[in-house]
């Protein structure tokens, strides 16, 4: 069974700061995506990268996959407190097709 | 824009109760799901269901059941509610076909005392 492993587990920062979380997996990932779910409401989906060494930008927001597919990592450049709430990053099971959810990184930005 | 929507945000009820969760999609998605989250456990898949009527257990599915008699409508149940069912539930929903993007309600936190 596919385990994805995030890391750190809490973050606690002052506006202005840059972060990155992480996102490593015991097996090849197969479409991996990156989901933020702020206080009181249900995730919603940031990004999806699929290709080893594929970069992805959103805004501040800067999404990597590792080469080789085991890992992927999520750096966020001049942190504002609306980036406050949980990083999730899930990949779909190539056995079963479902998506399958590391235990997320909660990050706290303080004005 | 998309819309998944859940019955309550909130609820509190008794050891052996019955529970009904409902969630609402108005996307004419096919296929709906029920997760519950709990810390630093992430998101844990009960039941989904890719078709009216239709419906598959999902890794934790034991003391839950679902039902989906709408295209738009999946309901978990709780037959008896104990307290280690206490936990924020989430509805997800997409459209049929491999990797597709999951649509979340914005949630619901039981407790059960």
């Known amino acids: 069974t596919q385990l994805l492993e995030q890391s750190p587990q809490f973050l606690s920062i002052q506006e202005g700061e840059n972060l990155t979380v992480y996102c490593n997996s015991s097996s090849v990932f197969s479409s991996l995506q990156w989901y933020r779910q702020e206080p009181g409401e249900g995730p919603v989906l940031l990004v999806t990268v699929v290709t080893g060494g594929e970069v992805k930008k959103l805004k501040r927001l800067t999404f990597q996959f590792g080469d080789a597919r085991k890992d992927s990592s999520l750096h966020i450049t001049a942190a504002q407190p609306g980036d406050t709430g949980l990083y999730l990053c899930?990949?779909?099971?190539?056995?079963?097709?479902?998506?399958?959810f590391g235990q997320g990184t909660t990050l706290q930005v303080k004005p | 824009d998309v819309k998944v929507t859940q019955s309550s945000r909130y609820l509190v009820k008794r050891t052996g109760e019955k529970v009904f969760l409902e969630c609402v999609q108005d996307m004419d998605h096919e296929n709906m799901f029920w997760y519950r989250q709990d810390p630093g456990l992430g998101l844990r898949l009960i039941y989904f269901?890719?078709?009216?009527?239709?419906?598959e257990k999902g890794d934790i599915p034991e003391g839950y059941s679902v039902s989906r008699e709408k295209k738009e409508r999946f309901s978990l149940i709780l037959e008896s509610a104990s307290t280690n069912q206490t936990s924020m539930y989430l509805c997800a929903s997409s459209l049929v076909g491999g990797k597709q993007t999951q649509y979340f309600g914005p949630g619901t936190r039981l407790l059960v005392l």
């Open positions: 899930a990949d779909f099971s190539s056995n079963t097709g479902k998506l399958i």
């Open positions: 269901s890719y078709d009216v009527k239709m419906k």
